[in-house]
């Protein structure tokens, strides 16, 4: 007998919830941006033994030491980028696939660029099953960003990197807007970078905390457990 799915409805109050007491009341009022918080499905992106804390105000793990950042930030992060619907927007570090969900809900088209294998192959499946045609997944060294359709009005860097990858910065159209966090182990700070003519300005939002981000122009095991350990002195 099919009695429907009872959760799908508790998921979607605990969603309304999320966004009006994590992202709304908070300040993060754009309503084409809350309307993509309402919109995705959360708790298809989490582990499934995870998933009834998939509405909470925090970041989850999702395997392979990686995680899912808070609703919060993602929303944070998403309006910083200023998207209007025609961009094309290249994100870096797609986890869990979440994020990129967020962004083609919002942008034209989303390239998402992630090196762990595994993640990609589990982001890909969910963003299928869920009818993202705009999103593509590609496993790769995302701080090279991804020439082949460089440059982009929007890029989001979803690890820590110690300072900007050089080809993003590179890639970044004119007027387009870059948002990372910058810094190391023992944390971050939440950068929103603009394009000019004039050259690169940067804005501080707020201190964060995310896992590395590797691969060339990124973090090298050793230096960040080493800086981890000078900061600790
Ligand atoms: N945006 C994700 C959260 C990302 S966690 C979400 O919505 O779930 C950061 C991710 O960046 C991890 O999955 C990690 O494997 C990936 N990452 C770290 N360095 C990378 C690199 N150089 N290129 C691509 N992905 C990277």
């Not at 998403?78 to 990129?100: D, H, M, P, R």
Request: proline letters at 6%; one cysteine or more.
């Amino acid at each position: 007998m099919d009695c429907g799915d009872p959760s799908r409805e508790v998921y979607a109050k605990e969603r309304e919830q999320m966004v009006t007491w994590q992202i709304e009341r908070r300040g993060l009022r754009n309503p084409r941006l809350l309307e993509a918080f309402r919109a995705v499905p959360r708790h298809e992106f989490v582990p499934l033994e995870l998933r009834y804390r998939a509405y909470t105000d925090g970041p989850l793990p999702i395997g392979l030491g990686q995680t899912i950042s808070q609703p919060y930030i993602v929303a944070l992060m998403t309006s910083l980028l200023e998207l209007n619907g025609g961009e094309t927007v290249l994100e870096i570090g797609t986890g869990s696939g979440y994020q990129a969900a967020i962004l083609g809900m919002l942008a034209r088209r989303v390239i998402s660029i992630e090196r762990h294998p595994a993640l990609v192959e589990q982001a890909h499946a969910v963003l299928l099953r869920l009818g993202y045609r705009n999103i593509s997944v590609y496993c790769a060294d995302g701080t090279l960003g991804w020439p082949e359709e460089a440059p982009f009005s929007a890029i989001i860097v979803t690890a820590a990197a110690a300072v900007l990858p050089q080809p993003l910065t590179e890639q970044l159209a004119q007027g387009g807007r870059l948002v990372a966090p910058v810094g190391g182990y023992t944390g971050q700070m939440l950068q929103a970078w603009t394009k000019e003519k004039s050259g690169l300005t940067c804005e501080n939002i707020i201190p964060v905390s995310f896992v590395p981000l590797r691969g060339k122009y990124g973090w090298s095991r050793e230096d960040w457990s080493r800086y981890n350990d000078d900061t600790d002195l």
